[in-house]
């Protein structure tokens, strides 16, 4: 399979004001490389303050690294998503925050369209989206407040797809539902990636979801990326880190 | 073994719609011993919880008891004055608030609100109180923990801060510790961390639990009794192990499956690796 992003030697640093004279630089990554391959599903797993977010920020181009470049199908991130718009799509975490309220679902799904200058009437293709989603159509009207969380988030995604994207970063988008919702949500991005063929970055702390979803995980720790794996490996993890995690799990067994 | 806590048809009705929100639950909590709670979010869970304690907002009103049991008394929670529930909160009962972020006072350091936890009910000196506390924090595996009491909650992440507020409640060694959602935010490392102090502080003090949570595998970890609720009813109530073996309900049956779901490909794959080793 082709690579897809590749990503190398990056690192990133944030100015911290301290209590003294003069800023001390903290670093956030250092020197992260891999690769996510197209078609895949890569997780990318770490404790709270790890560098994930920062990450997924430098991947979607919303900042630039320190050092190291990100390519993007051997192109640049900022110059990838110049000739390639709506290419790259982003679910996030907080459903509340990421939504705006004054939207209803119509408005909230066509406007990236909107941004991509499809004009016109797009009922038929929302209909069509918040079917993939599996959410009724007559939900169309609605306003954020009057739908629940897992609904939202699938609003959220139903966005995210609209463009027809080729790769979409996940961060931490299941993690604020509840465990049912969860899995709903899991199967529902498992048969949109079938359908779409597009590639995933899953973001989040939940092994357990992360083994479920994804094809290869890869652990960040204190900034590094310490180990790399095919799911099917999980068990063959070297790193301490990787195992002490992976040990932790309280599983759920009958 | 005596009941420490028995909640009797308790009843929450938002008085603002005449609605009811909480529709008469029952259990019992015994001494050293740890009832779980589970169901979807907007379930009730944690409004129950707070109705139990006097925490909720003032157009709800409470009906039924909430007995809890002492050497020599029994006091009905539901029918006290602001002041006894306040001495009460403070001494025998102890709560984990789901939401780490808002729980702490944005304009004072943590480590000056963890402390006065400790000034306020042991009696103790400043310097007392910021040992107990730094003591507390290791015990919850914070790194470096004389950092984080010199920084104000929202530098903290809400891992963190769930951290903080378990160790003040592990370390105040209350009869009950009502937890609510306090894993939910940690990564399995830490959660597991949280999850084993809390079954060691139950055999060592005797404090019995109320855990409070979606994620039914730490549940099925900790408790003895389980309680699953519903829209704010409660579909079934007994022992843990016999209600995860043998659901009799649909909707616990429908949790079950798909927290079953959920972890079923983690597993094989670590099996299968044990296998190969």
């Given at each position: 399979m082709p690579n897809l992003i590749e990503i190398k030697n990056i690192e990133k640093s944030y100015l911290k004001a301290s209590n003294n004279l003069g800023d001390t630089k903290v670093k956030v990554l250092k020197g992260v490389t891999f690769t996510i391959e197209e078609g895949l599903c890569v997780g990318l797993i770490g404790e709270s303050g790890s560098g994930k977010s920062t990450l997924t920020r430098l991947i979607l181009g919303l900042e630039k690294p320190g050092n190291g470049t990100i390519l993007i199908e051997c192109q640049p991130v900022r110059q990838w998503i110049k000739t390639n718009q709506g290419k790259m799509s982003v679910v996030f975490q907080d459903y509340t925050s990421s939504i705006n309220p004054q939207y209803t679902v119509r408005e909230t799904i066509e406007e990236p369209m909107r941004a991509m200058s499809h004009r016109g009437n797009l009922d038929d293709k929302i209909d069509v989206l918040l079917n993939k989603v599996s959410l009724s159509p007559d939900l169309r009207d609605r306003y954020p407040h009057e739908l629940s969380g897992g609904q939202v988030q699938r609003i959220c995604i139903a966005r995210a797809i609209s463009t027809n994207p080729k790769f979409i970063v996940l961060d931490e988008a299941?993690?604020?539902l509840d465990v049912?919702?969860?899995?709903q949500v899991l199967k529902l991005l498992h048969k949109l990636q079938l359908e779409m063929k597009m590639t995933y970055l899953f973001v989040a702390?939940?092994?357990?979801?992360?083994?479920?979803?994804?094809?290869k995980i890869v652990f960040l720790y204190r900034g590094e990326i310490v180990e790399e794996l095919m799911s099917g490996d999980l068990a063959n993890a070297q790193n301490e880190y990787a195992r002490s995690l992976l040990a932790s799990v309280i599983p759920f067994e009958i | 073994m005596s009941n420490l806590l028995?909640?009797?048809?308790?009843?929450?009705?938002?008085?603002?719609?005449?609605?009811?929100?909480?529709?008469?639950?029952?259990f019992e909590l015994k001494k050293n011993s740890c009832l779980g709670i589970v169901g979807e979010s907007g379930s009730g869970k944690s409004m129950m919880a707070k109705a139990i304690l006097g925490l909720t907002n003032p157009w709800l009103r409470r009906e039924g008891t909430a007995k809890l049991s002492s050497e020599h008394s029994v006091l009905d929670l539901l029918q006290q004055d602001e002041s006894m529930l306040r001495a009460i909160r403070r001494q025998r009962i102890c709560m984990i608030l789901q939401d780490a972020m808002s729980a702490f006072d944005p304009l004072e350091k943590i480590g000056s609100q963890l402390s006065e936890t400790f000034i306020e009910n042991k009696g103790i000196c400043r310097s007392e109180a910021r040992s107990m506390v730094l003591a507390a924090l290791q015990m919850v595996n914070m790194s470096e923990p004389e950092q984080v009491l010199k920084k104000y909650s929202h530098q903290l992440?809400?891992?963190m801060l769930q951290r903080c507020m378990v160790a003040t409640a592990l370390a105040m060694k209350p009869d009950i510790i009502v937890a609510d959602e306090p894993t939910t935010a940690l990564d399995s490392i830490n959660q597991r961390l949280v999850v084993e102090e809390f079954k060691q502080l139950r055999q060592e003090t005797g404090t019995a639990l109320i855990f409070i949570s979606h994620d039914l595998g730490v549940v099925k970890h900790l408790a003895d009794q389980l309680l699953v609720m519903r829209c704010g009813e409660r579909v079934e109530y007994g022992d843990a192990r016999s209600i995860f073996k043998n659901p009799q309900h649909e909707y616990t049956k429908y949790l079950i499956d798909s927290r079953l779901e959920m972890s079923k490909s983690f597993q094989k794959?670590?099996?299968?690796g044990a296998v190969i080793a």
């Open positions: 299941i993690s604020s049912s919702v969860q899995t702390h939940d092994l357990q979801a992360v083994a479920h979803l994804c094809n | 028995t909640v009797r048809n308790l009843k929450v009705t938002d008085l603002r719609e005449q609605a009811e929100i909480i529709h008469g639950i029952s992440s809400g891992g794959t670590m099996k299968r």
